[in-house]
């Protein structure tokens, strides 16, 4: 069964409307314990922490046990503060924590022949496949997986099976498919559906999590001015579900511009990016339309480190962010242990950087000069910086600020830019 709802109009559903959807959805199953996934804080946009308290609260009316295991991916728990908003009614304590090295079991293997023709060959080895042990907890009658369909820089269109094998994977399956997307090329599945590591996610998730009872509940956001709009939300047991909603999302969340940007400026939001690894959504999203010599301006006054942990943090201090081929160069060293079994923070590594086509300069508070100039970026000050493109006063688009056109971000994470003449 599945249940999808389009707005009709640009406001979006309602709160109501959404409701109304999740509860058909969760209606003539006999449930005692569910298993709850939704994304962290940094998708707080769409609109999953919302269906979670929805379903939260009719399932536990109903003496329905239910866990809610937020995924994390390889990113820091999620705090009190924000839990609070993203998932009001529901006890903190009672949130589950993923931890991907540790937490998971193996449940199969991509064989290489596979991985090898979805990658064209540049990828020839097996993909183990590694989830949380509680997706393979029979005691659970349903596991439902709430989250947005929105571009993405390794998959193409997040979620889904993404949201499993990533959101609550184990470290194999993180950093291979996301060296594997890397060195198949970002530019070529930003925005696209059937793209290597999408298929990979789709072949794990029809092998290996077929028998289990998996309800994907997937939205398209929009989010001008800081209000959510909620476009689309796509329920449902296969994979139909996503592929309307991807659909969608490239009709809502892609930016096609007129001419490559010579001056972009992107603000991250505090309370949801803390650290360039969340951050480079700014570089992510938008070099499909910067222009070749442009200047691309991250305000970032909440960013105060580069990974979400401390290994990860190391190794863009040491490595920095200085293009792919050099990335490539050092992951090919057997000496650099700590890089090659971190895959996915040398795919991270070249997806940070312009490869030298554009210029990213970081306007921060909490960390030096030295050390963003340090990991190859340029530095700012960010209360200078901010005194000349205050967010408050710019507008989504195109701006002029003391003569010069400035195009102007307010969240990089809600969508992807194209110029035009990019386009295949």
Known sequence: MEWFRIADRNEGLTDAEIRETMERALEGRTLKRVLIIPPDFTRFHSK????????YRALSEKGVRVDVLPALGTHAPVSREQAAVMFDGIPFE???VHNWRTDVVKIGEIPASFVAEVSEGLWNEPLSVEVNRRVMDPAYDLILSPGQVVPHEVIGMANHAKNLFVGVGGS???NKSHMIGAVCGMEKAMGRDHTPVRRLFDYALEHF????????????TTAPGGNVRTHGL???????????????AQVKNIDTVERGFAKCVVYLDPSEFKSTWLGNKAVYRTR????????LLILAPGVERFG??????????????RGRLHTLEAFGKPENTDLRANMGAAAHLIHGSSDGRFSITYAVKAISREEIEGVGFKSAVYDELVKKYDPAKLAYGYNTVDGEEIYFIPNPALGLWIDRNRLD
């Open 48 to 55: 999953a922490g919302f269906i979670t308290q929805v379903c």
């Open 209 to 220: 999590l077929s028998e289990r009872p998996i309800l994907f509940a997937l939205t398209v």
């Open 288 to 295: 499909m339309a910067m222009a070749d010599g442009g200047e």
């Open 234 to 248: 796509f329920v449902g047991e296969g994979r139909t579900c996503l592929t309307e909603a991807v659909k969608l």
């Open 172 to 174: 194999e399956m993180i």
């Open 308 to 321: 979400e942990d401390d290994a990860v943090d190391a190794l863009i201090r040491k490595y920095g962010y």
């Open 94 to 96: 009672t949130l589950l």
